[in-house]
């Protein structure tokens, strides 16, 4: 352990040390206000980067978009979010007449505070963790849920059809692509045997007796949908219907202006990142890599993820809601249970663990042996469903030009009598 | 007072507060809001009984998604908004409440009560071998810590939780029970809100374009046959479809 790899833990130890000699407090309530500096640190760093990501993403959706972005504000735009802070705080804050004054002003709160309360128990490197809690990994889903309370607070409070209208549609989204992340949380879930994201990030490195291998490899198919979900869930494009900046004026927000509109944003670029970095953890093997301190393989890892989130921002058009709907229910629902209960099967079938080989029977393989069987597996259900869904589609698609073909014969036959 | 027993009161008195609000709103959006806010409570008193998974069951399950299902039940309900909603029932309700509450009381309480099943006429019957035996009087956390037994929840909770729920001598059945419920209410669900297929779209898209035309075709005979002298029309509505 190198002053460089424990460079957090050294600078917690120093603040811990510090407070409790020079004030002389009892150990209850150093350990007490150290938690709090530390859930301080924890959300300014949540907000600090939602200020430099929106810069960064401005700036590479323009690149590929072929146009400059951001440029006017300091050099290469850099002071571009503090621009931004400052005229959020100095817009006009307006409340609607009509609206519900408590729910209209709590919601953009209870948005951040939930965003935020995610980062609780994020493992930035061993022993940098807000609390470890062995049901981490439920906890994240679960407070992910939470904010769909203050979407319907917002949307309700603003006495405005268009901003409940919005607000129905963004709780149908969330509350629907909650299904397909939860289930393909579930399966590396089954293979850590645990639900701390610890166990999760010992489960996929060799130091703390792990296999070694990202389960990225053993399950890309679950790694896809987690993906694919985690980008509906944050509302991002090209899930972004509900929000649609070019098309419509906006979703349940659409009444908020100023530093609530902002909390509202933050929320959304809060919980965007905590999915990257849930990401990185379930699936990358979070903080785990080589010659780097360990907090800098998880950040370098997640901002690996966003730029993915970001790219995909600005290649993808956005797909129309019963396309959004349909993809989620008919396709991702379906394929994952079906991708669930295959990995449960080998997972009792091929167990790479001697004492639950003996315990529950099968046949006891190597890690490197289950992984590629895992792998294939999944590929196996990728590609099924990908070819189920394909020939529905083409069925559909078939019977629709049918349908043309023979009304384009009668009319050809109505205008020639 | 404990820290632990501090928050115990915080938390039951949001709990309790919320709850007074939900029933006693006038407004039914507030009130679910409320409802929202009480869970949160349980949410916490569950955090305080060092059950960390039945917490965040409670924030997925109560809050992520039953009441999001009351919420959109009553924003959905029509002219809920100025409608001051009235209760004949609050008798026979507080005659329920005061009863569950009872009985909660009594198997809570530090009460203990000597119970023979072979003097009562039906479950003599069901019980045969039934002795007497105490009910009542589970103690309370509180009431334990104070006398020294402090309660030690082990760190494989969740694990005997997931096995008590597979294991056939404990929960098995119960939870397939549920399972079958949520099954088949989820296929009714699903069954009633199916789209029909393209092809049965298609045919009823050609049954109703049958329709029209023969009904044009009839509108355009009634025409003919009212005014011969103008076969403009007819082609003017001919070339229309």
Redesign the interface.
């Known amino acids: 352990m190198s002053f460089i790899t424990d460079l957090l833990n050294i600078i917690g130890n120093f603040i811990h040390g510090i407070i409790q000699s020079i004030f002389g407090f009892s150990p209850f309530l150093v350990d007490a206000i150290t938690m709090g500096l530390a859930a301080v640190i924890l959300c300014t760093f949540a907000a600090v980067s939602f200020m430099g990501l929106t810069y960064v993403e401005r700036k590479l959706v323009a690149r590929i978009q072929d146009r400059v972005g951001p440029n006017q504000a300091g050099p290469v735009g850099l002071l571009q979010p503090i621009a931004d802070g400052i005229k959020m705080f100095t817009k006009e804050d307006t409340t609607p007449a009509a609206a519900d004054r408590w729910v209209y002003n709590l919601a953009p709160l209870v948005i951040a505070v939930f965003a935020l309360t995610t980062y609780a128990v994020l493992p930035f490197a061993p022993g940098i963790v807000g609390t470890n809690l062995n049901i981490g990994a439920f906890y994240v889903l679960a407070i992910g849920s939470g904010s769909i309370i203050a979407i319907i607070m917002a949307g309700w409070g603003s006495n405005n059809k268009y901003a409940l209208l919005g607000a129905f549609r963004t709780v149908a989204q969330l509350v629907g692509y909650e299904v397909p992340m939860l289930l393909n949380v579930l399966p590396v879930i089954m293979l850590a045997g645990s639900m701390s994201l610890i166990d999760i990030i010992d489960h996929q490195t060799l130091a703390n007796g792990g296999t070694g291998i990202p389960n990225i490899v053993l399950l890309p198919f679950c790694a896809l949908v987690f993906l694919i979900s985690g980008i509906a869930e944050t509302a991002r494009s090209p899930f972004d219907l509900l929000e649609a900046e070019s098309e419509i004026v906006a979703g349940f927000h659409v009444e908020y202006s100023g530093m609530k509109f902002a909390l509202f944003f933050l929320g959304e670029y809060v919980n965007a990142l905590a999915v990257a970095f849930m990401f990185t953890v379930l699936f990358l093997g979070g903080y785990a890599g080589p010659i780097l301190p360990p907090y800098v393989w998880m950040l370098l890892k997640a901002a690996a993820v966003f730029t993915v989130f970001m790219w995909l921002r600005g290649t993808l058009p956005r797909i129309r809601v019963d396309q959004m709907h349909n993809m989620n229910w008919k396709f991702l629902v379906p394929a994952s249970i079906v991708n669930l209960i295959l990995v449960m099967i080998l997972l009792k079938l091929f167990p790479s663990d001697a004492a639950l080989a003996q315990a529950n029977g099968g046949i006891l393989v190597t890690p490197a042996v289950q992984a590629g069987i895992l792998f294939a597996s999944n590929l196996v259900v990728m590609l099924g469903a990908l070819a189920i869904a394909a020939r529905r589609a083409r069925g559909a698609r078939l019977a629709e030009e049918e349908m043309l073909a023979a009304r384009r014969a009668e009319n050809m036959a109505a205008a020639k009598a | 007072m404990t820290l632990q027993l501090i928050l115990f009161f915080v938390f039951s008195l949001v709990v309790l507060g919320a709850a007074l609000f939900v029933v006693t709103s006038r407004?039914l959006?507030?009130s679910a809001?409320m409802l929202?806010l009480s869970f949160f409570g349980v949410a916490g008193l569950y955090v305080l009984l060092d059950a960390?998974?039945f917490a965040?069951?409670q924030?997925?399950i109560y809050?992520?998604?039953i009441?999001?299902l009351i919420?959109?039940a009553v924003?959905l309900t029509r002219g809920m908004q100025g409608m001051e909603p009235r209760n004949s029932q609050y008798v026979g309700a507080a005659v329920v409440a005061a009863l569950v509450f009872a009985g909660m009381l009594f198997i809570l309480g530090p009460f203990r009560v000597t119970f023979d099943p072979q003097s009562v006429p039906l479950l003599n019957l069901i019980f045969r071998n039934a002795t007497p035996r105490e009910v009542g009087a589970v103690a309370w956390p509180y009431a334990l810590e104070q006398a020294g037994a402090l309660r030690v929840v082990p760190?494989t909770y969740?694990a005997d939780f997931g096995r008590a729920l597979v294991d056939i001598n404990q929960y098995l059945l119960p939870f397939l029970l549920i399972a079958l419920m949520v099954d088949v209410a989820l296929a009714g669900a699903v069954h009633i809100a199916r789209q029909r297929r393209?092809?049965e779209m298609?045919e009823d898209?050609?049954e109703l374009e049958a329709e029209i035309a023969s009904e044009q075709a009839a509108i355009e005979a009634l025409q003919r046959s009212a005014a011969p002298a103008l076969p403009d029309t007819a082609v003017a509505a001919?070339n229309e479809?």
């Open positions: 407004n959006f507030r809001l929202v960390g998974l965040v069951a924030i997925l809050i992520g998604a009441s999001i919420i959109f924003m760190e969740i393209p092809q298609i898209r050609q001919g479809h």
